[in-house]
C-alpha cells in the first residue's frame, strides 16, 4: 500500500491567508500528521514536498504517478466564506469516491459538522476539473476540511495541534478505506522524537515544542523518560 500526500501550495504559493492562518503551513503540518499515522500501520508514504517549496499541479501529478501510488491525498485549508468541509473526488466514482467518503466520515468524527463529497467535471465536458484528480493514474482526492475566514469553521484548525489532528483524522479514513481498524488506546511503538513531542503538546503537556524537539534531541534521558510516560499514558487511558 503506498500513498502520496499532497500538502497543498507552498514556495511562492500561500494559498488561502486569514486572521494569522497560512494555508501553506497548515497544509504541511496536516500532511505530517497523516503520513505519521499511516507508516505505523505498514503504509509506504511520500509526501510532495517536507518543505516550503513550490511545485506545479502537474509536477505533483507527475511524482505520484513515477512513484506508483495506490491513493493520492491532496490537503487544502478553503476560504471564500463557506462553512463546511469538502472531499472531491473524481467524476468516474469508484473507489476514489470510497475514499473520499471515508475521510468525510472521520473529519465529522473530528467535530466538522457538514462535510461535501463532490466532483467536478472539466469546462470541456469529459474528464475531471481539478488536475491532480486528472492527471493521477490512481484514486484521488481532494480534502479542504474547513473555511478559514470562517471564524466558526476555522476553530477546527486554528492551531498547529489542530492542524495536526486534521491529518490523523484523514489518515484514519485511508486506514478505514483499507479496511484497517484504528484503535484509539491502542500501543504504538515511538520511534520518532516528533511523535513523542506533538503527543506530549497535543495533550496539553508541554506547551514550546520547538524547546522539546532540542531538549529531546540532546538528552537521550529525556527521551526515554518522555517516551515512557507516552507508553504508560496509552496503556492506561489517562
Same mark, same amino acid.
Given at each position: *500500500?503506498?500513498?502520496?500526500? #499532497?500538502? /497543498?501550495? &507552498?514556495?511562492? +504559493?500561500?494559498?488561502?491567508?486569514?486572521?494569522?492562518?497560512?494555508?501553506?503551513? *497548515?497544509?504541511?503540518?496536516?500532511?505530517? &500528521? @497523516?503520513?505519521?499515522?499511516?507508516?505505523?500501520?505498514?503504509?509506504?508514504?511520500?509526501?510532495?514536498?517536507?518543505?516550503?517549496?513550490?511545485?506545479?499541479?502537474? %509536477?505533483? @501529478?507527475?511524482? @505520484?504517478?513515477?512513484? /506508483?501510488?495506490?491513493?493520492?491525498?491532496?490537503? $487544502?485549508?478553503?476560504?471564500?466564506? /463557506?462553512?463546511?468541509?469538502?472531499?472531491? $473526488?473524481?467524476?468516474?466514482?469508484?473507489?476514489?469516491?470510497?475514499?473520499?467518503?471515508?475521510?468525510?466520515?472521520?473529519?465529522?468524527?473530528? &467535530?466538522?459538522?457538514?462535510?461535501?463529497?463532490?466532483?467536478?467535471?472539466?469546462?470541456?465536458?469529459?474528464?475531471?476539473?481539478?488536475?491532480?484528480?486528472?492527471?493521477?493514474? *490512481?484514486?484521488?482526492?481532494?480534502?479542504?476540511?474547513?473555511?478559514?475566514?470562517?471564524?466558526?469553521?476555522?476553530?477546527?484548525? +486554528?492551531?498547529? #495541534?489542530?492542524?495536526?489532528?486534521?491529518?490523523?483524522?484523514?489518515?484514519? /479514513?485511508?486506514?478505514?478505506?483499507?479496511?484497517?481498524?484504528? @484503535?484509539? +488506546?491502542?500501543?504504538?511503538?515511538?520511534?520518532?522524537?516528533?511523535?513523542?513531542?506533538?503527543?506530549?503538546?497535543?495533550?496539553?503537556?508541554?506547551?514550546?515544542? %520547538?524547546?522539546?524537539?532540542?531538549?529531546?534531541?540532546?538528552?537521550?534521558?529525556?527521551?526515554?523518560?518522555?517516551?515512557?510516560?507516552?507508553?504508560?499514558?496509552?496503556?492506561? &487511558?489517562?
Amino acid at each position: *500500500m503506498k500513498v502520496f500526500l #499532497d500538502a /497543498g501550495h &507552498g514556495g511562492s +504559493d500561500p494559498g488561502a491567508v486569514s486572521g494569522g492562518l497560512v494555508e501553506k503551513n *497548515m497544509t504541511l503540518i496536516c500532511a505530517n &500528521g @497523516a503520513k505519521n499515522l499511516l507508516e505505523k500501520y505498514g503504509i509506504d508514504v511520500k509526501m510532495s514536498r517536507t518543505g516550503d517549496n513550490s511545485f506545479s499541479l502537474y %509536477e505533483r @501529478a507527475d511524482m @505520484a504517478n513515477a512513484w /506508483g501510488a495506490d491513493l493520492f491525498v491532496s490537503c $487544502h485549508f478553503n476560504a471564500g466564506g /463557506g462553512n463546511r468541509g469538502e472531499v472531491i $473526488h473524481s467524476v468516474f466514482g469508484g473507489k476514489g469516491q470510497i475514499l473520499a467518503q471515508n475521510i468525510a466520515n472521520e473529519l465529522k468524527n473530528l &467535530g466538522q459538522e457538514n462535510v461535501r463529497i463532490y466532483s467536478k467535471g472539466a469546462t470541456n465536458g469529459s474528464g475531471d476539473y481539478f488536475t491532480v484528480i486528472a492527471k493521477t493514474n *490512481m484514486p484521488a482526492v481532494i480534502v479542504e476540511p474547513c473555511f478559514i475566514d470562517n471564524d466558526e469553521d476555522r476553530v477546527l484548525a +486554528d492551531t498547529e #495541534d489542530k492542524q495536526y489532528l486534521v491529518g490523523v483524522a484523514i489518515a484514519k /479514513g485511508i486506514l478505514n478505506f483499507y479496511g484497517l481498524s484504528y @484503535a484509539e +488506546d491502542e500501543f504504538m511503538e515511538l520511534n520518532e522524537i516528533n511523535d513523542i513531542v506533538y503527543e506530549l503538546k497535543i495533550r496539553g503537556i508541554i506547551s514550546d515544542t %520547538e524547546l522539546w524537539l532540542k531538549k529531546l534531541s540532546e538528552d537521550s534521558n529525556a527521551y526515554w523518560l518522555s517516551k515512557k510516560a507516552i507508553d504508560f499514558i496509552r496503556r492506561n &487511558g489517562v
